[in-house]
């Protein structure tokens, strides 16, 4: 936010030095100050600067097309005047308690996204591409962004007799910028905006027409409106969502607006004051969306193993922590005794990145839980140090029952049941499928239409081998998410089990033919022909495994296999690489 408020400032103080002269452009090297100390973007404030230089140095010596060399051209006392201003924002950026360091600090950063440090760009969503070849063309991601670098670049088209250069390296710097991560997105729309009306300013300044003309001026005026409640909508709307925004608390059976206070579903607040209250050991481990909000709840008396400051720790260090997602069993165990630790504080993320790490921790019976909520698990290693917490909240995960709701308080108007939801995916992760299918029930209670939760159903019916019941559960689940290829798996694995292998196998056909990528098709066509053509389910799971060399269970069933066949060296480098990835299973 800081450095969107310092980027706007710049450029409006900038536009009012060319245009008008202002002397209040010297305000910049004093701005500069304050932004080096609040925020990393820090260098785009003498970056700015540089680039109207160049645009000024390019109108110099460079013949260009139509008037682009007079366009708001400096005379030579007015770019000393910008060379001085750009020497003294450099000397104020090292007016930080780090100098020439901290200055430096955010150029290392994007040094990192080249080399090693592009493993960090693969995880953390702010840091992806927002275009790639995919969805260049794909209307639902980021058309408003698609839409912004055609409009301002057809402004550019529209102003073409009076260009600034300067604001076409502008244009182009950001635009660039912008392909990098989905962050710098907003630095782009801001720059966008800034040349965009600086086009039209100029275009009409020098009696531009619009390509189609309107004589009346009630039309003009009707248009002008127009356009502005256009620009003003959009945005409005955008806002009223956020203000508009609040979450039932099934606690107190309230409605909490998301403008206000701690939001429970993005930061594990329950699980950080349970951790406040009682003696946990100093060294535990956390993940990287927690951190941020430990560092504020809990420094100085707790340290964070990571948090969002990806820089600060470095590739090598966050490629580590992937692999202890992963559940990587070399990685987890140098890891724990180097850092010797003792505990893990874990919350509930969408992408599974953690799955590996989940699987470790709740088949190993040396780690216990010892606290359980929606956003959050926290892990202790079972020694005489953690012993009086254990012994007091141990919690068998396997034997959780939900908090039954008061249906009287929640009333008769829809609530989505979110908690229970958390919970039940959690749950279902950790492979406690029974407790995840008493958190179900309670959601169709709440929500009879949510086919989230029969899927947890489905789960916990297929794990009992009640493939009826399964089956009910998945065909229900499908008729409301047609898509979802895990259950449409799930569905053939069904078929085969009930005598169906016809059907089984249609189904999954259909699957590898349209996703012949996705490895879990592979793997469960593998099981129907287990028993009928052994050869080709051999074959099916060297697929899955090469799809999905992380995944123990497709090296388990192939190791087998092999060992059926005497091929035991064969089978110990499969079951090798299945105890690398699942090395809390002792199985």
Known sequence: IFSLFFLTSYLFLIKDFIETKSSSIWL?????????????????????????????????????PYSWNETHRLNDKEMIQLILILVLMILASLANPHGLKGAAYPLSVLGQISGKGRVVFQYIQELAKPITFRNIFDLNFFLFYKAYILISLFSFRFNQKHLNVSNLILWLFFLFFSFLAIRNVAYFAICAAFV????????????????????????????????????????????????????????????????????????????????????????????FNSGSYLIGQTYPNRLVFIDGRTELYGPEFFTNYVAMGEGKRGVLE?????????????????????????RFLSQNPRWKVVYFDEYAIIFLKDIKENAGVINKFRIDLKQWFPPKPDFMKI????????????????????????????????????????????KYLADDAFEKKDYENAFKYTRNYL???????????????????????????????????????????????ALILEETDKKSAKDLLRKASKLSPKEPKYHILLGDY??????????????????????????
Request: with cysteine; proline share 4%; net charge positive.
């Open 28 to 64: 910049l090297p004093i701005f500069q100050i304050f932004w080096v100390n609040m925020h990393g973007f820090s260098f785009t404030g003498p970056l700015l600067i540089l680039i109207f230089l160049t645009g000024e140095i390019i109108k110099r010596s460079v013949k260009l």
């Open 196 to 287: 965009t009306f600086s086009n039209v300013d100029l275009a009409f300044k020098n009696n531009k027409e619009f390509p189609f003309q309107l004589k009346s001026i009630k039309l003009k005026t009707v248009g002008s409106y127009l356009v502005l409640a256009f620009l003003f909508t959009y945005p409005t709307k955008g806002v009223m969502k956020y203000v508009e925004s609040s979450n039932y608390n099934f606690d107190t059976y309230r409605l909490k607006s998301g403008l206000w206070g701690i939001s429970q579903q993005r930061y594990p607040q329950k699980a950080v004051e349970f951790l406040l209250s009682h003696r946990f050991p100093k060294h535990m481990f956390n993940d």
């Open 334 to 358: 140098k890891t724990i005794a180097r850092y010797n630790i003792k505990g893990f504080f874990l919350t509930n993320t969408a992408n599974d990145l953690h799955l590996g790490l989940f």
């Open 411 to 454: 009333g008769i108007v829809f609530r989505y049941p979110l908690p229970f939801l958390e919970r039940a995916r959690f749950l279902n992760l950790l492979g406690c499928y029974e407790a995840a299918a008493r958190e179900a029930k309670i959601v169709l209670e709440i929500m009879p239409n949510n086919a989230e939760a029969l």
């Open 479 to 525: 008729i409301y998410t047609t898509g979802n290829l895990q259950m449409r798996t799930r569905l053939a694995l069904i078929y085969h089990f009930l005598k169906s292998d016809e059907k089984a196998l249609k189904v999954i056909n259909t699957i590898i033919k349209k996703k012949p990528k996705f490895s879990e098709g592979y793997y469960v066509k």
């Open 562 to 587: 092999l060992a059926k066949e005497n091929n035991l060296s064969g089978a110990k480098k499969e079951w090798t690489a299945a105890f690398e990835y699942d090395s809390g299973n002792s199985n």
